[in-house]
């Protein structure tokens, strides 16, 4: 028994030499964290805050940042969680508009304004619908969420984003 437990000790020692002496007893060294990503865009996933006179509503949203992304947006998807959503950023923020092309689930499209507050609403778009739906002024974000989520939760114009 004895020689079992010296020979446990050995390969202990062993490994701590190796290791580089105390490597058993440091703290481990931070590592980065990846960012999440969506498992169908493949999208990184980040926090968002709309502040509403109701309270703060929280969603995880897809960032679309690259021209690709943002002309793919939510096309041929045929689900989002209530709490989920797309977010398209602008950098410089400018007047835009979205449409519905190939977008299969109806969609309320929120324009975000430089000052990050919700300049206006195009409420319960409809899918496939090409029409142009365009911001009240200079966007620097457009927020995507399911259709009736904005009215649900009381987000109207003048209320805070925060991505």
């Known amino acids: 028994m004895m020689r079992k437990v010296s020979a446990i000790i050995a390969g202990l020692v062993l490994a701590m030499a190796v290791l580089g002496g ?6 481990a060294a931070p590592r980065a964290v990846a960012p999440q990503r969506h498992p169908l865009s493949g999208l990184a996933v980040i926090p968002l805050t709309v502040s509403t006179a109701t309270g703060a509503h929280r969603f995880q949203v897809e960032v679309a940042a690259t021209p690709l ?8 998807r045929t689900a989002m969680g209530a709490d989920e959503g797309m977010i398209f950023p602008n950098n410089p923020p400018r007047r835009t508009a979205f449409w519905m092309k190939n977008t299969v689930i109806g969609l309320d499209i929120i324009f975000i304004g430089a ?8 409420r319960d778009a409809v899918p ?23 009215a649900q939760l009381g987000i109207k114009p003048g209320d805070r984003v925060k991505w």
């Open 128 to 150: 496939y619908d090409e029409t142009p739906l365009p911001s009240a002024g200079e966007a620097a974000g457009v927020l995507e969420l399911n259709a009736g989520r904005a």
């Open 69 to 76: 992304e943002q002309e793919r947006g939510l096309m041929f």
């Open 115 to 122: 000052d990050h507050t919700v300049l206006n609403i195009a």
């Open 22 to 27: 105390n490597a058993a007893c440091s703290p």
